[in-house]
């Protein structure tokens, strides 16, 4: 089992910058590739952004490549997700999950997941 644990949501203007980190714990977090969605009401679960075990390959979706960036530290058992020129669209509830394999697609999916934070960017 692994634990895992939002936090950095919150209410924002369009235009500005949040940071959302997660913190795991349970597993060897070191090993797992990890993984940021969202889901907006009314909406399908979005896989936005993934990173492999060791850094090296990220993946970003469409809607979010250029303007966010995740990140680890992996002696903190932490992923980060730097969200900047937020837009109103990207309102949504956001997960972090440990994902079942590395898949740098939309089809990606996770097997543990975070009880989610909440992002609000109005216009």
């Known amino acids: 089992q692994v634990q895992l644990v939002e936090s950095g949501g919150g209410s924002v203007q369009a235009g500005g910058s949040l940071r959302l980190s997660c913190e795991a714990s349970?597993?060897?977090?070191?090993?797992?590739?990890m993984g940021w969605f969202r889901q907006a009401p009314g909406k399908e679960r979005e896989f936005v952004a993934g990173i492999v075990s060791n850094s090296i390959f990220t993946y970003y979706s469409d809607s979010v490549k250029g303007r966010f960036t995740i990140s680890r530290d992996n002696a903190k058992n932490t992923v980060y997700l730097q969200m900047n020129r937020l837009k109103p669209e990207d309102t949504a509830v956001y997960y972090c999950?440990?994902?079942?394999?590395?898949?740098?697609?939309?089809?990606?999916?996770?097997?543990?997941w975070g009880q989610g934070t909440q992002v609000t960017v109005s216009s």
């Open positions: 349970g597993r060897t977090f070191s090993v797992e590739h």
């Open positions: 999950a440990v994902l079942h394999y590395w898949n740098p697609s939309s089809r990606a999916t996770g097997i543990y």
